[in-house]
Nanobody, 113 residues
Framework: QVQLVESGGGLVQPGGSLRLSCAAS?????MGWYRQAPGKQRELVAA???????NYADFVKGRFTISRDNAKNTVYLQMNSLKPEDTAVYYC??????????WGQGTQVTVSS
């Protein structure tokens, strides 16, 4: 059973930073972060391939950075200049060339003064 375990969420003031981590029990071609705010659909935040190619949602470009350590099957999301509208549950996602994607249990990020 493949598992993805997120950590690093919490409460931060506007303008602050957080770093999320997601450790997977297996390897994935693409790993990414999605988020879901109350009453909204889950949306892509950022993704990265095993080769290091990245993709970002427009609303985080210049503020968030995704990275990964393939040896540790771990993906990170460095979030800077956080805004109240970044408040959401952040989910780690892993995809292989075939089969369904895997999801973590989610970690809450709250940006509030």
């Amino acid at each position: 059973q493949v598992q993805l375990v997120e950590s690093g969420g919490g409460l931060v003031q506007p303008g602050g930073s957080l770093r999320l981590s997601c450790a997977a029990s297996g390897s994935f071609y693409v790993m990414g972060w999605y988020r879901q705010a109350p009453g909204k659909q889950r949306e892509l935040v950022a993704a990265i391939t095993s080769g290091g190619n990245t993709n970002y949602a427009d609303f985080v470009k210049g503020r968030f950075t995704i990275s990964r350590d393939n040896a540790k099957n771990t993906v990170y999301l460095q979030m800077n200049s956080l805004k109240p509208e970044d408040t959401a549950v952040y989910y780690c996602n892993g995809k292989r060339s075939v089969g369904m994607p895997y999801w973590g249990q989610g970690t809450q990020v709250t940006v509030s003064s």
